[in-house]
């Protein structure tokens, strides 16, 4: 069992809904986005994400768009994240994940490029615009360095194609709760029941649902249907405003409404 899978199923043994952030790598720079690394497990996060900055971040809403070129114009590149996570990792115990376009990692290596992460101390790697028909090399060279290739669904995955992508998942399955980019929402329309229900008919990884969560009540709301619920576009918006002590009690009090 790999380790988010075990993470996630410890916490759901425990009655606890996991927690999974987001952070850009890079933003506003390395240095920060140590100590925000550390502040993240340090306040309760779960799993961390660390997003590759990319220039056509097609499946993101305008924060982390914004939060991408920031990384991107103080020089962030895939190495230089890579090495900023291999620096904390004796910190920072609970699992970690690379959020990336395809490009960046094609343009790295595909081999290399999990060789490298695996040495860093990621845990598995999440790509939203790599079709599953498309990432089976890739898949390979992450299986042989434990690293995880985490697949996403959305709303309008039909079921034939939910059978394919779960029939290769690893770590978790990223249940998209919109069809939409990134960012906070005040209401969600999706039926989460039916979409939780339709995916685990065809696999047995825990769930986590993202792209819209804001804060503890819409966290809570959406426990009853996932394993873990992914915080982003909340908590990069206060990194931007460098509000740090903001984003950590944000976090605290997620975590809080989902044990």
């Known amino acids: 069992m790999s380790i988010i899978t075990e993470k996630l199923r410890d916490l759901a043994n425990r009655g606890e809904t996991g927690l999974i952030t987001y952070m850009t790598g890079g933003d506003p720079d390395i240095n920060s986005s140590r100590s925000i690394l550390r502040?993240?497990?340090?306040?309760?996060?779960?799993?961390?994400?660390?997003?590759?900055?990319?220039?056509?971040?097609?499946?993101?809403?305008?924060?982390?768009?914004?939060?991408?070129?920031?990384?991107?114009?103080?020089?962030?590149?895939?190495?230089?994240?890579?090495?900023?996570?291999?620096?904390?990792?004796?910190?920072?115990?609970?699992?970690?994940?690379i959020m990336s376009y395809y490009n960046p990692i094609l343009q790295f290596g595909l081999q290399e490029f999990c060789v490298q992460a695996q040495a860093s101390g990621v845990n598995g790697i999440i790509i939203p615009d790599l079709p599953c028909e498309e990432s089976e090399l890739l898949r390979i060279y992450a299986d042989k360095c434990g690293v995880d290739l985490i697949p996403m669904v959305a709303p309008t995955t039909t079921p034939e194609r939910m059978e394919t992508i779960c029939s290769s998942a690893r770590g978790f399955i990223y249940c998209v709760s919109v069809a939409g980019v990134t960012g906070v929402r005040d209401h969600i329309k999706t039926d989460l029941h039916a979409l939780s229900s339709e995916v685990r008919r065809y696999t047995n990884l825990p769930l986590a649902i993202g792209f819209g969560v804001s804060g503890p009540g819409p966290a809570r709301d959406m426990a009853p249907f996932c394993d873990a619920v992914i915080v982003g576009s909340a908590l990069v918006e206060l990194i931007a405003e460098q509000k740090y002590e903001e984003m950590e009690k944000l976090i605290t009090d997620i975590k809080a409404a989902l044990q």
């Open 39 to 97: 502040s993240m497990a340090n306040a309760g996060a779960d799993i961390i994400e660390v997003g590759l900055p990319f220039s056509d971040p097609v499946a993101d809403g305008p924060v982390i768009q914004a939060a991408s070129n920031r990384a991107l114009a103080n020089g962030a590149t895939a190495r230089r994240i890579l090495q900023m996570i291999a620096e904390v990792r004796q910190e920072v115990s609970i699992p970690i994940v």
